[in-house]
């Protein structure tokens, strides 16, 4: 009798698979989805001088970004202690593994492949945290609905949200909700759970199409106390009128678009990234606090609409920013509206650990357009919280350009970090 037996693991098909992934600077996760099922905005950047897997980091770092909107600046104090952070995803940051046995005996072969799932993210979450200086404390998962397939994309998002969230506000406490699949319902029910367990931001960095009757979901994000954080989207400006992602659609949802941020010679600055989503909800009544604010009407049906993104960050490939993934192979360069999502909630926890005693947490998305209007009168953003993003676009029609005030590709802008998180700290 003799045996044979090879492993083949899962970094070394996906690596395959990406390399033959056209075009070569847009390997993208995910695809289309069917209705009532959520994708991850989130890419891999991959050309020929970035393979699939390196073993240091390529991307920006949390130093770096830090440094672009003024996290270094604040209080080593205000770090995010006391507040926790939801992750809210999909099968999580799992993958297979295959081992091939081959027995022959008397000259017949008899081969088995035998199937293990692997939990990367204990791993994934240790490797960001040494490589940067992070505690490698402060991380919970739960599967409050059992432990579901494997997915690649969500693998990819899970890694990326739960570490940059924590590198943003390293004093925080990171519990990573895992929806066993993608299905909308599955994964609201997963936000609910976040908020029973105390969760005082939530992050979801997914979406799915816009649907008659969202409207009775909003109630899954309306929680005094909370703040939750959605991606707009990857697609740039919706094909279809009234096409935003949900739940970024919601008017109780902090809705983050992205930017493409660059260095040149020690100067940070920022242009609409052309995949970030936006446009104006085919079923959201215009909340109140984005009343005066739309660069043009959303007038729809007898009424004024919701529109999106609310604000925006680093989301653009050139380049992305640094995640470590064990079943890609280690690190990869990613980029999307999702990079932005868990920054943002970030921000929020780290506003929230700011608050005086007794003063409770940041309630809802409204705050922000105050601040934004803190000392100047709509449709102008006071720069002192906000950098207003004047350039690029996310489409060819007039309202996808990224101008003066707020527009339908970055909203309000990105955060000048250490003004805005004491300035929100106040907010009730």
């Not at 940059?164 to 609910?192: E, F, K, Q, T, Y």
């Not at 740039?236 to 009128?241: H, L, V, W």
Request: net charge negative; hydrophobic share 35%.
């Amino acid at each position: 009798m003799k045996t044979i037996r090879s492993i083949a693991p899962l970094a070394s098909v996906i690596a395959a698979l990406l390399t033959k992934t056209s075009p070569a600077q847009d390997a993208a996760p995910g695809g289309p989805h069917a209705p009532g099922e959520a994708r991850p905005p989130v890419h891999v950047r991959l050309d020929s001088a970035h393979p699939a897997a390196t073993t240091t980091p390529t991307g920006f770092t949390p130093a770096q970004i830090e440094q672009a909107y003024g996290f270094d600046l604040l209080a080593s104090t205000i770090n995010g202690s006391g507040q926790t952070i939801a992750i809210i995803d999909a099968f999580g940051d799992r993958y297979t593994t295959s081992t091939t046995n081959t027995t022959i005996v008397h000259h017949k072969k008899k081969t088995t492949i035998t199937t293990t799932t692997n939990d990367a993210t204990q791993a994934d979450w240790t490797n960001f945290c040494n490589q940067f200086g992070l505690t490698t404390t402060g991380l919970r998962v739960a599967y409050p609905q059992g432990q579901g397939g494997v997915s690649t994309d969500w693998v990819l998002e899970t890694a990326l949200d739960i570490e940059w969230a924590h590198a943003i506000a390293p004093g925080a406490n990171i519990l990573l909700v895992v929806s066993i699949n993608n299905s909308i319902s599955n994964l609201l029910a997963a936000v609910d759970y976040a908020v029973k367990a105390g969760a005082t931001v939530v992050s979801m960095s997914w979406g799915g199409w816009e649907s008659s009757n969202e409207m009775s979901e909003d109630f899954h994000f309306n929680h005094p106390g909370v703040t939750f954080v959605a991606s707009s989207g990857d697609g740039g400006e919706p094909t279809n009128a009234g096409a935003v992602l949900y739940p970024a659609g919601s008017p109780y949802v902090l809705s983050v678009g992205g930017t493409q941020l660059t260095n040149d010679n020690g100067v940070w600055s920022e242009t609409a990234w052309s995949g970030s989503g936006g446009g104006i909800s085919g079923y959201e009544i215009m909340p109140a606090y984005q009343s005066g604010w739309q660069q043009s009407s959303t007038f729809t049906n007898g009424n004024y609409m919701r529109s999106l993104p609310d604000v925006c960050y680093q989301g653009g490939p050139n380049p992305g920013v640094s995640v470590y993934v064990t079943p890609y192979g280690g690190w990869i360069e990613v980029y999307g509206t999702s990079v932005g999502a868990p920054q943002w909630a970030a921000l929020v926890a780290l506003s929230n650990s700011d608050r005086s005693p007794g003063t409770g947490t940041l309630d809802g998305v409204a705050a922000l357009y105050e601040a934004a209007a803190a000392s100047t009168t709509p449709p102008y953003i006071t720069a002192t919280f906000l950098n207003d993003i004047i350039s690029g676009s996310n489409g060819g029609d007039l309202d996808d350009a990224a101008i003066k005030g707020y527009d339908f590709v970055t909203g309000l802008g990105s955060p000048v970090a250490n003004n805005l998180v004491p300035a929100l700290s106040i907010y009730p």
